[in-house]
């Protein structure tokens, strides 16, 4: 296959496809933040895996059996039995494909410190994003940056001096910001006159040539983001 | 202090009382659910730790300081920033603090298969027992636990043929369901005509004495449940 996730969707009544027999099949969807955590972290990692991306608006019979909640991402590997949960995965990939980097740090406090952070900044920026994303508004986004900018950004990274656990699990929000701001008719700013730390770390981010590769263009999210479409852009 | 847990609720306003500078303190809310995971894991590892409880109703600034999401369970260990989030800090106290028994399995693979079952059970669970809980709805709540009963304990435990990581996890709001059971006229019965596999699991794990031990009567819950008051029965 080419580009990891760069095929169409599956729906309701569509057959199982024949799952990577040598490893890992992820199951996403293109634009789903949380799949993007997992993708993330196996692509920093250059742990390789095949992507079966789900239609989430008309699931297949044969994802609901993997998965009882019915969300992305899903994970199987021959012989076992599917797991789910990103956050859960994301700390079992990291720790049962080693590949070229550990993820999610050793020591026990600073991983319990970084997944709090996680919860923390997923909870302040996640219910205003969808306030953007579904509904146009704006404000309570805005608000939530500013917080997040003052009061959680001390250093160059979330993780600290340098990109951790925390960074990679919250980036896919920001990353759509831009997308959002181009269409919000001017409502939603997300520039570095506003923003200055966030959009540097931003850049920080995507200076990081297996990020950068994972990252849609601002046009194609927003593509997305106005037809809600999981195969916009194919 | 006497059993763990068992002193009166702080309020804003209250000044910050003096915290256990030999190891953890734990900030509560007796009747907390989540809370009670972390006790749980502790008590059942023989860890030693201080409880300070939290009035919900009217938290203390002091106790805002320490979590910015203003929830219980939260920790604070001498000359580190507190930890909160109830699944982050069993892993993490399982882990530094190994006591008489480590909880959280060691295999990656079945680590992540009990986190995934955890949150099944919580997703499927918590939203009914709160709509019992709060607003006497007691359908979706028996519906749900016979789902669980059916496809989800086919085992002795919900971890397998021994108790484990998720049943201390989800315990907490199977614990509660005899004094929702009281309080609902004849509206939900969780007997053992109605959920024999879901009884048989409690009994097994009441007959564990460190999780006895932490358990309230029915009779305390039912008092709690009616007021909503974390001093009940002080």
Not at 98 to 123: H, M
């Amino acid at each position: 296959m080419g580009v990891p996730g760069e095929s169409k969707q599956f729906k309701a009544g569509s057959t199982l496809p024949k799952l990577n027999d040598k490893g890992l099949t992820v199951f996403s969807m293109r634009f789903c933040p949380y799949a993007e955590r997992v993708r993330l972290l196996l692509n920093v990692k250059h742990v390789p895996y095949e992507v079966v991306n789900i239609d989430l608006k008309s699931k297949p019979e044969w994802f609901l059996e993997r998965n009882p909640l019915g969300k992305v991402p899903a994970i199987e590997e021959p012989g076992k039995k599917p797991l789910f949960e990103s956050l859960v995965l994301a700390e079992y990939l990291d720790e049962q494909y080693p590949g070229s980097r550990q993820v999610v740090p050793k020591d026990a406090y600073e991983k319990a410190r970084q997944k709090v952070l996680i919860e923390v900044l997923a909870q302040k920026v996640t219910v205003p994003f969808y306030g953007a994303f579904l509904r146009n508004e704006y404000d309570a986004l805005s608000a939530a940056l500013d917080d997040v900018e003052k009061q959680f950004l001390g250093s160059k990274f979330f993780a600290g001096d340098n990109q951790g656990y925390v960074d990679l699990m919250v980036w896919p929000w920001f990353e759509r910001l831009p997308a959002l701001a181009s269409l919000s008719e001017g409502a939603f700013d997300f520039s570095s006159a506003r923003y200055p730390k966030l959009v540097a770390w931003s850049e920080a981010l995507l200076s990081d040539p297996d990020i950068k590769a994972t990252t849609y263009s601002k046009e194609l999210f927003a593509q997305f983001i106005k037809g809600r479409d999981g195969d916009a852009g194919l």
